[in-house]
């Protein structure tokens, strides 16, 4: 495996475990975490990109 790939590989696990925790402690299903977690990235990547024009 190369580096890169690695990297992203851990990236996403720790973030699989961390939302995995997460719906556990709310109550929730993972997908449903898992989705307000993506809407959030969604949303923070059009502010950033918003604020640079």
Known sequence: MNDDYTDTYYELRYL??????LSYRK????????????RNLQYLYELIDRMQR
């Open 27 to 38: 109550g929730k299903p993972f997908r449903k975490v898992a989705k307000e977690y993506i």
């Open 16 to 21: 699989t475990l961390e939302l995995m925790k």
